[in-house]
């Protein structure tokens, strides 16, 4: 039955362009309603077609209105009922239905159509219009009704809102006049029958999906030489995430409205104690030249677990043990989940990948960076670059990265980088002459551009649209 | 990042200069800062009160909305981005800011008593002589103290500001802290007297002064600062004395920052002082304030003076990676306000002194100047330079391959929230709730309180959000979960976990089982009888998230790495979900 239901549907828009309207449709070829909305919804999950939905409200009759229309309101059968001359009350009473006589003279009274004198029942006025049957044969031809009319119908309860659903459909991108049901598999069955030539076979899925700009990425970074850093502890220190990083106790970033402090594990239990205590120097009083902060830093404070806020905490704890051996240079790199403690919206998410690398060398310059930036950007299809100074409390100089978007026609900000500071650095022990240039983005963020979504949320998190995720080619950037 | 609001008419007066927007936007790029939005006064009051708009014919005067790096506090108000950018574009020489020539005997003086240790220990004073305030000016001063005590002040609890009118009080000045009682004045914008206590209660209706009553509300004692006729100035941090205050009329201005942060009270200080200096009679001239403390040292404030930093020109050309000149870098500090005095050492390396001035709080090191060096250059003049090899971690990589297997199956990866309910990992899953999880302490979003201590609530919910895609719905995840884990500093761990459901009209139990022999196949690990540890086997078990006798546990190497089954119909219900699902998660470092 549904199969038939699917071939009306799909025969029907092969010499029209739409179904305007799915119950009309069911009508016309003697479905139930329900059965080809489930059959729409169907064929547009499989995109045969585009469902829209359509929500109507109307006004229907109840059983009460019904007999009104039909027979005339109450008020005008005890109308027609008393004579011109006028009825004794029993008389009346006697004729007509005991619930019509009731709601009758009520309506009659405050239409000032009758008047009741203690036995007697006359007319006031010598004709009278039965409005109320009018009213309800329009409603019951959908025709239009003022306001007022319907709300006073609706208080003596003769008519009902009726919500009413259906779609409309056309054609979708994968329209044929008839689906076959794709096979997921060659039987013995097909092949002795025959029937495996009419058979269309579900696409196979070859590669992984999600957020195929991760494994990119990784591909570029792979190719310019550079290491993965172990990124698999969401759970950090202040210490790691802030302090290290020369991002003084007070910074706005290490308040509670933007960062997700822990109350379970509440506190770090181990830091190395001779790199805290410099790290403690460094945003007190300074040194390595530089002035410091001038504040009383605080253990406490160092200790409180976070969900870390950025992957350069990762990248502190790296550049930290890097400098406990004799110097090599190194190019680092990951791509993992961050937190920020903000409310969720169409480009704000509490959760994001951020994308990070960094090369640790001597003599490293401005120049460096830009031409760093310049190679990994073009691999991922930006090759207009320019660089707007920035701030960052643990680089220095700053830069943010702005690409130019030829569909947008704009600069786009794309990510930030920097040199980290000397603060950072020299409390670590890495020898003067090093230098670290950094750069960081969000993986979103180019994801969005490259698919040209604007809403974060279609990509990541349970609200998905697992349609859209199948749909996505594998993407393919510039290489 | 800050966001300053200046007239667009007004701003382009003090450059001296007019600019189309985009020429105006391209000048803020090179210096670094953001035009970030044009707008009306009137559009940002219809903003404010929701307002549709409508007739936008004239909307008054265009403002500016700039965006200024956090740590530039000069660049807080018209008159230090006027003065910032004029100097920038060449027009101007850097200010010399003085402190008043006068001694010790004839100055103004702040007394601070001991108790005020107990709550707000620091005071720092200065006085701006014959200013000329017209309602912009005066507007921009006050404006800039509502910035600044939103920024660096730390929405006052470091620092907080009062400027009064000097001609109204008398000095000498004492800072003290009160019982609460015993303290008792009329405050700004109002008419009463108030005692402290009932001012504090009395403001708990007050949207704008409400929330800055918590740092000090629990205090025995209240700071405030009295002249010598017992006349309050303030009661810090929350507000001033109506008699002192300051208005279009006022002449000689009096500040007063009382802090927990000294160092910071002087960045404030001298940013209130600096950049309202240039409308006293003695322009950029500041009259001191002697401020002295309980045990007898006293000290004259503002500090005004030049912090002296030797720059070796070599380390500046490193860094940027472009050799100048060293007139060319003097010449490009000076655009930046940084003034560089050349001189040669003894073995011939040039350096320069350069003098930070007291605007410039954001120098600390010699890479500041360095990075003023390459934006004054131009970061986009800079030429590339390409810098004079190895694998992904073993984890990533093993991640990936699992990925690539279990898609080839024809399941589809989605990625779904680490951070959820306490409901949706205990209640919603059948489970007793206990404390095994990492909870967040305060969290913005309600449905955030916990990380995720297994991937199952996240692919349920995506189930439940896409009841209408077409059935089987096959999905994965590969992604880390959180473990309370004391043998690690942080006291947590991350697990990588691998998570597969099958949600149809049938259960899918059987292709759940399949998955299961699949990747483990494809990790080369063996099928074993029950009891070995040398692979792995399968087992029933007693989860309550899953249907009872439809389930059970892979063990591998003696121990239990994962679970599959048949979603009990109770957490089916929970999640939202009408159809049938099977589910499978195994810890995949485990396998490793």
Known sequence: ?479 | MPTVSVGRDRLFESLGCTYTDEEFDELCFQFGIELDDITTEKAIQRKEKHLEEEGVEDDGETIYKIEVPANRYDLLCLEGLAQALRIFNGLDPIPTYKVANIGKESMLEMCVKTETSKIRPYVVCAVLRGVTFDEAKYNSFIELQDRLHQNICRRRTLVAIGTHDLDTIEGPFTYEALPPAEINFVPLKQTRNFRADELMEFYKSDLKLKKFLHIIENSPVYPVIYDCKRTVLSLPPIINGAHSAISLKTKNVFIECTATDLTKANIVLNTMVTMFSMYCERKFEVEPVKVTYPDGKSYVCPDLSIYNMNVPLSYITGIIGVQLPEDKVASLLHKMQLRAEKSVSEDKEVKFVVSVPPTRSDVLHPCDVAEDVAIAYGYNEIPKRKPASLNPLPLSQFSDLIRTEIAMTGYTEVLTWILCSKKEIFSMLNREEDNSAVTIADSRTSEFEVVRPSLMPGLLRTVGHNKDHPKPIKIFEVGDIVLLDDTNDVGAVNRRHLAALYCGANSGFELIHGLVDKIMEATGTNFVSPGNSTGYYIEKSEEPAFLQGRQASVIYGGKRIGTFGIVHPKVLKEYDIPDVCSFLELDMQSCL
Request: hydrophobic share 35%; charged share 30%; aromatic share 10%.
């Open chain 1, 1 to 479: 039955m549904a199969d038939e239901a699917e071939d009306a549907i799909l025969a029907y828009l092969k010499d029209n362009d739409e179904i305007s309207n799915s119950a009309k449709f069911a009508q016309d070829f003697g479905f139930g309603h329900d059965e080809i909305v489930n059959v729409i919804r169907r064929l547009h999950g499989f995109r045969f077609v585009d469902a829209q939905d359509i929500r109507r409200e109307r006004w229907v009759l109840t059983e009460e209105g019904k007999t009104y229309a039909a027979v005339g309101s109450p008020e005008f059968q005890l109308f027609s009922t008393v004579p011109p001359e006028g009825i004794a009350r029993e008389e009346l009473q006697k004729k007509l239905d005991p619930a019509v006589y009731k709601i009758g003279c009520q309506q009659a009274i405050k239409n000032k159509w009758v008047e009741m004198a203690k036995t007697h029942v006359s007319r006031k006025v010598q004709h009278a219009d039965d409005i109320v049957k009018n009213l309800l044969l329009r409603i019951q031809n959908d025709e239009a009704v003022n306001q007022e009319d319907i709300d006073a119908l609706k208080r003596r309860k003769l008519i009902i809102q009726q919500v009413w659903k259906g779609n409309s459909v056309r054609k979708g991108p994968e329209y044929a006049p008839k689906r076959k049901r794709a096979a997921t598999d060659l039987t013995r069955e097909n092949l002795q029958r025959g029937d495996w030539k009419e058979l269309e076979f579900k696409e196979y899925n070859f590669s992984a999906k999600g957020l195929p700009v991760r494994r990119q990425v990784q591909t570029i970074f792979l190719n310019m030489g550079f290491e993965e850093m172990p990124t698999n502890n969401y759970v950090e220190s202040s210490f790691w995430n802030f302090d290290a990083l020369f991002q003084p106790q007070q910074h706005p970033a290490r308040d509670s409205h933007d960062t997700f402090f822990l109350k379970v594990p509440y506190s770090t239990k181990m830091l190395p104690e001779d790199y805290v205590e410099r790290v403690k120097e460094i945003h007190e009083s300074g040194g390595y030249q530089s002035r410091g902060y001038g504040y009383d830093w605080k253990r406490e404070e160092a200790n409180k677990n976070l969900l870390r806020t950025h992957t350069t905490a990762v990248s502190s704890r790296m550049l930290y043990a890097l400098a406990q051996k004799p110097f090599a240079p190194k190019k680092y790199y990951s791509i993992d989940r961050v937190f920020r403690n903000e409310a969720v919206d169409r480009t704000h998410l509490a959760e994001f990948h951020q994308i990070e690398g960094l090369i640790c060398d001597r003599g490293l310059t401005l120049g460096d960076l830009i031409g760093v930036l310049h190679d990994f950007f073009s691999r991922l299809g930006m090759s207009k670059l320019r660089f707007k100074p920035a701030y960052n409390p643990y680089t220095e100089p700053s830069m943010e990265i702005f690409s130019y978007h030829e569909g947008f026609k704009k600069w786009v900000e794309v990510g930030n980088s920097g040199m980290f500071r000397p603060e950072m650095l020299l409390p670590m022990g890495l020898p003067e002459d090093v230098r670290v240039i950094a750069w960081g983005l969000s993986l979103e963020r180019p994801t969005m551009i490259l698919y040209g979504i604007d809403n974060i949320r279609d990509l990541f998190g349970p609200k998905v649209d697992l349609g859209l995720i199948k749909r996505n080619p594998i993407c393919r950037l510039g290489l």
